[in-house]
């Protein structure tokens, strides 16, 4: 999984990149999302990164994934703005088209093995949080 570096010990620009790849191809995120406003236990949702590249276009990724939350279940091709904050990356959305599933706002830090963040479709928003999990090859 990624890890945390010290500034003497940061990556190159593809030294990270090259790290993000092989760190979120073949994984799970696995956890639970709550809808702001609602009371009750948060629900369930998991997301199967299949696989992620660099896109030449800025501080796009193209994350081909499996989405999992209610009665939704889908494979889609999402490409996906991705921040660094430091050696620390950021899915950060802003009104981005998932088709087959809406627009999204959305920023999720991904630090070791866990991940949390926010999101917003339409006028529900709400918090989202888990582990990330390396699946078998």
């Known amino acids: 999984m990624l890890t945390a570096l010290r500034a003497a010990d940061a990556p190159t620009e593809k ?3 090259d790290q993000f ?9 696995s956890g639970h999302f709550t809808v702001a406003g609602q009371e009750g236990a948060p629900a369930k949702e998991e997301y199967t990164i299949l696989e992620v590249k660099k896109l030449p276009q800025g501080d796009l990724w193209l994350f081909r994934a499996r989405v999992k939350f209610g009665k939704t279940d889908v494979t889609v091709p999402m490409p996906l703005p991705v921040k660094w904050v430091g050696n620390v990356p950021v899915i950060a959305m802003d009104n981005v088209a998932i088709p087959g599933l809406g627009t999204f706002s959305s ?4 630090e070791g093995n866990k991940y949390a963040g926010t999101w917003v479709h339409g006028k529900v928003s709400g918090h989202l949080f888990g582990v990330v999990e390396k699946l078998l090859p």
């Open 107 to 110: 920023h999720v830090v991904i």
């Open 21 to 29: 790849t092989k760190a979120m191809s073949g994984v799970k995120f």
């Open 15 to 17: 030294e990270r990149f």
